[in-house]
């Protein structure tokens, strides 16, 4: 292989970061989206997917540890137009969480088309990104996260605040799987996450990023654009013995430095288990909405910011943006993406 993993610089690719995970309903249907390589990021190398890498969602159902149900795809090299082949295999049972195994053939065709088998739909491209934040907050709260301090909001006036997003690009992989699928079934409990992989010198694949809850990466690990922290290689289920102790040391530094919490450890546990397995939970077939009272599924136009900041200070961080922010960004039917001008 061409990339040497081995290399220090072989996993700093932006198009193995993923950026977002949205689980929502569609037309009778389960939609599925992931987001990598965008441009706002400094590891953003080159438009399109990475033609040696795996793009996997992963689905568990009914709490389970491991995952019962995975969709793969892969991608092939740029043509004179920078359109890719794009091949999706779906594993289930203990296939589904096997590197190795070959899986079923579900579909092909190419970036920035509709390909559609058995009443699946895929989409993948460059799209307009929808997320919407002002990075001046999140540096605010960044910066308390890291050192343990007080989160102070004297200086942010929620009025100003501008889309540090507006007018950047991600690519995406959009999967939407009809009701009548024997696994996702209105109804069904699934946790899902999804993950990036590339293929070994050695043979064999390595993980290299991975995405559940929104804003875990900005929050927790906002200077991993190596891929070095070890949460990136991880699967869900070790995540509360390797690092659930930490996740809540932090939180409960910042609640107790800033006043929010009696019991800052206690909230910090709390939290840790909120987030820990870091998987998206989502109810087949119910609405989907990752906000205050909820957080089942996720949508495009969700407020994860306010969610989130609001979650690990345990105060209320007002974001200033509201849906209206990316309302462009948005359709409301498949491929529910807007493809980059």
């Known amino acids: ?3 040497h993993l ?11 970061y993923l950026d977002d995970l949205y689980v929502f309903p569609g037309e009778g249907s389960t939609v599925f989206i992931m987001d990598a390589n965008s441009n706002i990021t400094g590891v953003y190398a080159e438009p399109g997917f990475h033609h040696e890498a795996r793009y996997e969602f992963r689905v568990h159902f009914d709490g389970a540890e491991f995952e019962a149900l995975t969709y793969r795809f892969s991608f092939g090299e740029p043509d004179g137009d920078g359109r890719q082949s794009v091949r999706l295999h779906s594993l289930t049972g203990a ?63 929620p009025r100003e605040a501008q ?13 939407e799987v009809p ?20 293929a070994t010198d050695a043979g064999g694949w390595r993980q290299i990023n991975r995405a559940g809850n929104p804003m875990m990466w900005p929050i927790f690990w906002p200077g991993d654009t ?22 809540a040391a932090q ?29 998206l939970p989502y109810v087949i077939g119910t609405p989907a909405s990752f906000g205050f009272a909820t957080r089942n599924g996720r949508t495009r136009a969700d407020n994860v910011p306010e969610t989130m900041l609001s979650l690990v200070t ?23 993406v807007v493809p980059a001008q």
Not at 253 to 274: I, N
Not at 317 to 324: D, I, M, Q, R, Y
Request: glycine share 10%; hydrophobic share 40%.
């Open 6 to 16: 081995d290399t220090p610089l072989a996993a700093q690719n932006g198009q193995l």
């Open 1 to 3: 292989m061409s990339h």
């Open 179 to 198: 009701h009548g699928h024997p696994q996702l079934k209105p109804g069904a409990r699934a946790g899902i996450w999804c993950a990036s992989k590339l």
């Open 226 to 247: 190596d891929f070095s922290n070890p949460a990136n290689t991880r699967h869900p289920s070790e995540d509360m013995a390797a690092a659930g102790d930490h996740i």
């Open 314 to 336: 345990n105060m209320a961080v007002p974001s200033g943006l509201g849906p209206a922010a990316s309302a462009d960004q948005r359709v409301p039917r498949f491929p529910y």
């Open 251 to 279: 939180v409960a530094a910042v609640v107790k430095a800033t006043g929010t919490s009696g019991d800052p450890e206690g909230y910090g546990q709390m939290v840790a288990r909120q987030l820990f397995p870091d998987m």
């Open 163 to 175: 889309n540090s997003f507006h007018g950047t690009s991600v690519q995406t992989i959009v999967l």
């Open 95 to 157: 296939d589904a969480r096997e590197d190795d195994a070959e899986g079923e053939f579900v579909l092909e065709g190419h970036t920035g088309e509709t390909a559609t088998a058995d009443r699946i739909r895929v989409w993948a491209g460059r799209i307009a990104d929808a997320f919407y934040i002002d990075l001046d907050l999140l540096a605010i709260v960044n910066g308390a996260m890291g050192k343990g301090t007080a989160v102070d909001l004297s200086s942010w006036h």
